[in-house]
Antibody, heavy 120, light 106 residues
């Protein structure tokens, strides 16, 4: 499984951040879960949310209401939308996954990440 | 909240022990990631003490009560990295990462 993020590297404050993650080597409809994780400069990773093959999605409570994660099976892509961004949303955004069913939740593999800056 | 010491320093060939502490951690499985500069985090230990294929057997994990430990034996210069612990709350389905420990090999 290989993951590759893409999208704009610069977003204006109050706008919507939209990113895509192209999946190679596995069908997005078959994977156990797909996730978005971000990492602000000098800080630890922050989970944004996970979308399961069942269709259920869970989001970080601190971002709930601003986050949307979707899957496009026709393109084998996972998408992230984050509304009303501020400078605090500046980070490297990673997609990550777990394709086989497990009793707990961890992330392997990860994409290489995409730096997104929020600035006017 | 998962607490990790900001930094640990060891000499090559020695043993590094990186800890991760949190309330009710005993009820959760802990996973560990290694992140080298400019790279994405990479899983090194899952479910407290399970090594994915590709993780050297110098890496091991343990968990006792509310503290989990990543132990790296015979530390090499190439082990210099940031290490993060992570847990999943099966009740809320939330995922939490620790703040990370920077391992420096002197």
């Amino acid at each position: 499984v290989q993951l590759q993020e893409s999208g704009p590297g610069l977003v204006k404050p109050s706008e919507t951040l939209s990113l895509s993650c192209r999946v190679s080597g596995y069908l997005v409809n078959s994977g156990f879960y797909w996730a978005w994780i971000r990492q602000s400069p000098g800080k630890g990773p922050e989970w944004i949310g996970s979308k399961y093959s069942t269709g259920t999605t869970y989001h970080n409570p601190s971002l709930r209401g601003r986050v949307s994660i979707s899957v496009d099976a026709s393109k084998n892509v996972i998408s992230l939308k984050l509304k009303s961004v501020t400078a605090a949303d500046t980070a490297i955004y990673y997609c990550a996954s777990r394709v086989t069913v497990t009793s707990d939740r961890w992330f392997d593999p990860w994409g290489q990440g995409l730096l997104v800056s929020v600035s006017s | 909240v998962l607490s990790q010491a900001p930094s640990v320093s060891v000499a090559p060939g020695q043993t590094a022990r990186l800890s991760c502490a949190g309330a009710n951690l005993g009820a959760k499985s802990v996973h560990w990631y290694q992140q080298k500069p400019g790279q994405a985090p990479a899983l090194v230990i899952h479910d407290d003490n399970e090594r994915p294929s590709g993780t050297p057997d110098r890496f091991s994990g343990s968990h006792s009560g509310d503290t989990a430990t990543l132990t790296i034996r015979r530390v090499e210069v190439g082990d210099e990295a940031d290490y993060y612990c992570q847990v999943w709350d099966q009740n809320s389905n939330d995922v939490v990462f620790g703040g990370g420990t920077t391992l420096t090999v002197l």
